[in-house]
């Protein structure tokens, strides 16, 4: 009897409904074994380390601050990093955070930018001021510069005060003093100046 093509399609048929299974089976145990033969030691090196690190002490990469104060200015405050830090003061107790490389930029209503760089900063924990230490550095838009080893910035209006002696150079001016505050023009409520206050010595050197 000569079978006919219908007979040939058949058993193709039952033939793969039994091998293609079996072929499955066998990839299925080869992944498992491969699994099996994983070298743990071959994972990312230092990983439980770095989760270790963070875990006992957690921090933040590249933390951005940006309000507005109460007198319209913008401030904006980022850093390298930041770690939360537990404080205590008299009037409140609550978590702060110490940030490294840091930068504030200011930005008052008149449009005049400030920007304070230091290496290390200390947020309040009631968020009321930003402590900027390990050496200063503030350039105004005015045309100043001013190096001391420690401001602090309040966030809720537009002041700026030295917490050690300062250094100031301007346009043909060089100033020492005690302490220097940028804060609102207390005579006009839409302008901002630069007092310099405590044994001032100014040197004017007029354009040659």
Same mark, same amino acid.
């Given at each position: /009897?000569?079978?006919?093509?219908? =007979?040939?399609?058949?058993?193709?048929?039952?033939?793969?409904?039994?091998?293609? !299974?079996?072929?499955?089976?066998?990839?299925?145990?080869?992944?498992?074994?491969?699994?099996?033969?994983?070298? !743990?030691?071959?994972?990312?090196?230092?990983?439980?380390?770095?989760? #270790?690190?963070?875990? *006992?002490?957690?921090?933040? %990469? *590249?933390?951005? $601050?940006?309000?507005?104060? @109460? =007198?319209?200015?913008?401030?904006?405050?980022?850093? =390298?990093?930041?770690?939360? +830090?537990?404080? @205590?003061?008299? &009037? #409140?107790?609550?978590?702060?955070? #110490? @940030?490294?490389?840091?930068?504030?930029?200011?930005?008052?209503?008149?449009?005049?930018?400030?920007?304070?760089? %230091?290496?290390? @900063?200390? /947020?309040?924990?009631?968020?009321?001021?930003?402590?900027?230490?390990?050496?200063?550095?503030?350039?105004?838009?005015?045309?100043?510069?001013?190096?001391?080893?420690?401001?602090?910035? *309040?966030? =809720?209006?537009?002041?700026?005060? %030295?917490?050690? !002696?300062?250094?100031?150079?301007?346009?043909?001016?060089?100033?020492?003093?005690? +302490?220097?505050?940028?804060?609102?023009?207390? &005579?006009?409520?839409?302008? $901002?100046?630069?007092?310099?206050?405590?044994?001032?010595?100014?040197?004017?050197?007029? !354009?040659?």
């Amino acid at each position: /009897m000569v079978q006919g093509a219908g =007979d040939g399609w058949t058993q193709l048929v039952r033939f793969l409904r039994i091998a293609l !299974p079996l072929l499955a089976l066998a990839l299925l145990s080869t992944v498992f074994l491969v699994a099996r033969q994983l070298n !743990p030691d071959d994972a990312i090196p230092y990983s439980d380390v770095d989760i #270790a690190d963070r875990l *006992r002490e957690p921090r933040m %990469s *590249r933390p951005v $601050y940006a309000g507005t104060t @109460a =007198d319209g200015a913008d401030l904006r405050v980022t850093a =390298d990093s930041a770690t939360p +830090e537990k404080q @205590a003061t008299e &009037t #409140a107790s609550g978590t702060g955070a #110490a @940030a490294q490389t840091v930068l504030g930029i200011l930005t008052t209503p008149d449009g005049v930018k400030t920007d304070l760089r %230091s290496l290390t @900063a200390q /947020m309040d924990p009631t968020g009321d001021s930003v402590t900027f230490t390990g050496g200063v550095d503030l350039t105004n838009g005015a045309g100043y510069r001013v190096q001391t080893e420690s401001m602090i910035a *309040r966030m =809720d209006q537009t002041e700026v005060r %030295s917490l050690a !002696p300062v250094i100031a150079t301007g346009p043909g001016t060089h100033i020492t003093a005690l +302490e220097m505050v940028l804060t609102q023009d207390p &005579t006009r409520a839409d302008s $901002y100046v630069l007092v310099f206050t405590g044994q001032v010595k100014l040197v004017y050197e007029p !354009p040659k």
